[in-house]
């Protein structure tokens, strides 16, 4: 079983929609979490950090379930510049663990 | 530097032939990965460096691929007799390591270098 596990879509929304997404993980000692968001042909840039008590910044929350091992990542109000693909990031459960990726999701807001 | 610089951005080389990526990471982030990308699909880690603990290498795909990181900082990704499928974006990111700490963990990604292999 892979560590991190995301559903790769495509998400086709229009302007304005809520989309939600869902990433697994495996190790229950995982520590940290984020959502990365790549744009085409570019490299990987944090879009937020994932707390325990869940957190927002503007129009995206960030939700961790520890019981069920997965973190999820809320876009209200969609534009047209938030397609792009948005990666779940978990570190493994040692201090100097490392970082695993899932595959994705991409994300396509359409005008 | 204030970012993680790669070089060369892009590589054109001929099968068998071999190459030597170079990251230069942000100074004092103690943790660097390798990652590559192919086309449409996700990032293939390929090995991490974590201060000065043995590195994990468990992602390099064959004894074709191996990676230095000298003195702490500089590495250096190397590709024996390339293959065309090896053809791929070959991105390098840091971080500075800890559990609480402001920005830990937090991958600062360079632009990649972009291996063409005919």
New interface residues.
């Given amino acids: 079983r892979k560590e991190v596990e995301q559903d790769p879509g495509p998400f086709n929304v229009p302007e304005g929609a809520t989309v939600a997404f869902n990433c697994t993980y495996s190790n229950s000692a995982s520590?940290?979490f984020?959502w990365?968001r790549q744009d085409c042909r570019?490299?990987?840039?944090?879009l937020m950090?994932v707390y325990s008590s869940g957190n927002e910044d503007g129009r995206f929350t960030a939700q961790l379930n520890r019981a069920s091992q997965y973190i999820s990542l809320l876009i209200r109000d969609s534009k047209l510049s938030d397609s792009a693909t948005y990666?779940c990031?978990v570190?493994a459960g040692s201090?100097?663990g490392?970082?695993?990726?899932?595959?994705?999701t991409q994300l396509t807001v359409w005008p | 530097g204030a970012g993680v610089s790669q070089s060369p951005s892009n590589k054109v080389t001929e099968k068998g032939k071999d190459v030597e990526l170079r990251c230069d990471p942000i100074s004092g982030h103690t943790?660097l990965?390798w990652?590559r990308q192919s086309l449409g699909?996700?990032?293939e880690?390929l090995i991490?460096f974590?201060?000065n603990?043995a590195p994990?290498k468990s992602g390099l795909p064959s004894d074709r691929f191996s990676a230095e990181r000298t003195g702490g900082s500089v590495s250096t990704l190397t590709i024996q007799r390339t293959q065309q499928e090896d053809s791929a974006v070959y991105?390098c990111a840091s971080?500075s390591?800890?559990?609480r700490s402001s920005g830990?963990?937090?991958?600062?990604?360079?632009?990649?270098s972009r291996l063409t292999v005919l």
């Fill in positions: 520590q940290s984020f990365y570019k490299e990987p840039k944090l950090s990666l990031v570190k201090t100097l490392r970082l695993y990726f899932g595959r994705g | 943790a990965y990652y699909q996700g990032l880690f991490y974590q201060g603990s994990d991105l971080s390591p800890g559990l830990a963990n937090v991958l600062t990604f360079g632009a990649g």
